[in-house]
């Protein structure tokens, strides 16, 4: 309840359990402590020391302005390479951390097509009503003359009636002007809503691809590996093996579900690759984008260090266990003590040591913007400091997740997930499908609402008991929730992200609750395909597999 109303910050209510729990002879304060610090704590760790670098570096502006300049200036199109970039940049940033990078990039954009839009419309406004004018002139004037031959004396009304049309004529206008002031047209607002909102959605679902992409995926991978030691399936690879096709669909579906609601339905006009189509705004635009790549410079040194690091720790993360071959994990002798976060550990420890300067070069070293530093005393500064960790380090969320551990122990030594599984055994007559559907769809509704990880933290031990009371494999009902957790779309409070961009005061609620629900159907419908398909193979769902039965088997004695 603390942690789902607010009354104090989420890192301080993750601290309940640490306290609590000792007084009521729950757990011993050192057991509970060892449950705030643990593998997949480094795993964040690690990951953060390089996302430091990414940031650092700039080189997520350049993959985003590069990626942007490729898809082109149309509306659609930018809104499409806008998704791309930051899909991909949430899969190994955090949501928050990667809207609050691309949003400004954005927003430049958009106040090049509204400052274009304005000019635009001043200039054929005045050639619209100077062309306007003379016609209504010419039209009154011969009907004037025709009435005046068939009745001499309506000469008066006639000459009433053109001075009520001449004054009536900018009044509508006027109005019109004022109250769209801030965009020249209904369609240049039509497209800062679709592009804004777009950012949020794409970070949401970048975040789903990866274990490290937000911290509910992380809270998941814990609590399942603490309650079923025994289940080796749940690592990099196949995680990411099994969203990554959910993330390409609901990009795209996403994608039409704005166009269609913002843009209308002229995708012909948007994928055309005609440059004759081209207006004066969009080239000027794609001007804008590239005077902004041009700005970055030629790549630098750190920006390659950084790329093949990036590089490096993703193939060593798929590479450890791929399942259908020997990782290179067989080449130890003893088994299981390397994991994701050994990897990225030792490479975010390799960014403190490796200089930021070219080994042999007596170049100054290269900044963030492409630029030379004036003033370098140390030759031999490392790629990131730990005062650059420590500005993007979420120690909150390391508090909240650690939190969540704590609380699935109490639950697990004190017997609650047993008593709620049992209260739930009327549901035994519903297909496991439906028992996922429905879970699906409560904690989609209750994290709109409520924090993504406090959610998370209530229900994984409740599904849990519930799976294994009515012989359901667990990962089908505790994959879908965990990643519906993250649809909390439709409202400013859902997430950060969408406080972000509802910040920039393009959106109203009305408009995040619209397309929210919309992209929150999406989500739902495309996990849903998803674990009833290409999940069943990779997982098994449809045995009741061994270390479920004997977690079920301990857990009720």
């Not at 550990?345 to 900044?367: K, Q």
Request: glycine content about 6%; some cysteine; proline content about 6%.
């Amino acid at each position: 309840p603390v942690s789902l109303s607010h009354a104090v910050p989420l890192g301080a209510a993750a601290l309940v359990p640490a306290f609590l729990y000792p007084l009521f002879g729950v757990l011993k304060s050192s057991e509970v402590a060892a449950e705030y610090c643990k593998d997949t704590t480094l795993l964040l760790m690690g990951v953060i020391c390089l996302a430091a670098s990414i940031e650092k570096w700039n080189l997520h502006k350049r993959i985003a302005l590069r990626m942007v300049m490729i898809a082109g200036a149309k509306p659609g199109m930018l809104v499409l390479g806008f998704m791309c970039c930051t899909v991909f940049l949430s899969m190994w940033l955090s949501n928050t951390s990667t809207t609050a990078m691309v949003m400004p990039i954005a927003e430049a954009v958009l106040q090049q097509l509204i400052s274009t839009g304005v000019a635009d419309t001043q200039e054929d406004s005045e050639t619209v009503e100077a062309t306007e004018d003379d016609y209504k002139e010419e039209n009154l004037e011969k009907n004037q003359l025709e009435r005046l031959y068939r009745r001499d004396s309506c000469v008066k009304q006639e000459l009433c009636t053109l001075t009520e049309t001449a004054i009536s004529i900018p009044e509508p206008k006027k109005e019109k002007e004022s109250k769209n002031s801030r965009y020249p047209t209904k369609r240049d607002h039509m497209i800062c809503k679709c592009l804004s909102l777009s950012i949020t959605y794409a970070a949401t679902i970048g975040g789903l691809i990866t274990i490290t992409g937000t911290s509910t995926n992380l809270i998941f991978a814990e609590q399942f590996n603490n309650r079923y030691p025994d289940a080796k399936v749940i690592n990099f690879g196949t995680w990411f093996i099994f969203s990554f096709p959910i993330a390409i669909i609901m990009l795209l579906l996403t994608w039409v579900w704005l166009h269609f609601l913002f843009l209308g339905c002229n995708f012909r006009e948007t994928c055309s690759l005609s440059k004759k189509r081209k207006t004066r705004r969009e080239m000027l635009s794609e001007r804008k984008i590239h005077d902004e790549y041009i700005k970055l410079g030629p790549i630098s040194y750190p920006e390659v260090v950084t790329g093949v690091f990036f590089i490096l720790m993703t193939l060593l993360w798929f590479t450890r266990e791929p399942g259908f071959v020997p990782g290179w994990t067989s080449l130890f002798e003893k088994k299981g003590y390397r994991t994701d976060a050994t990897v990225s550990v030792l490479l975010g420890f390799l960014l403190f040591l490796i200089p930021a300067r070219r080994p042999f070069s007596r170049a100054p070293r290269t900044t963030a913007g492409g630029g030379s530093t004036e003033k370098d005393p140390d030759p031999l500064a490392p790629m990131i400091t730990w005062k650059d960790f420590q500005n993007l380090m979420p120690w909150e969320i390391v508090i909240l997740v650690g939190g969540g551990y704590a609380l699935a122990a109490g639950c697990k030594v004190s017997g609650l997930s047993v008593w709620i599984g049992r209260q739930l055994e009327p549901m035994s007559g519903l297909p496991p499908w439906m028992v996922t559907l429905l879970a699906c769809l409560l904690v989609s509704a209750v994290t709109e609402f409520a924090s993504n990880p406090a959610t998370l933290t209530v229900f994984l031990p409740i599904l849990s008991a519930l799976s294994e009371t009515l012989k359901i494999n667990p990962l089908h009902t505790l994959i879908p929730a965990t990643m519906c957790v993250s649809f909390g779309v439709m409202l400013p409070v859902g997430n950060p992200p969408n406080a972000i961009v509802f910040s920039y005061g393009h959106v109203q609620i009305s408009d995040m609750v619209k397309a929210g629900f919309g992209v929150n159907l999406i989500g739902v419908l495309v996990v849903m395909l998803a674990i009833t398909t290409w999940g069943v193979p990779l997982f098994n769902l449809t045995e009741f597999p061994d270390w479920a039965v004997d977690r079920n088997i301990t857990g009720s004695l």
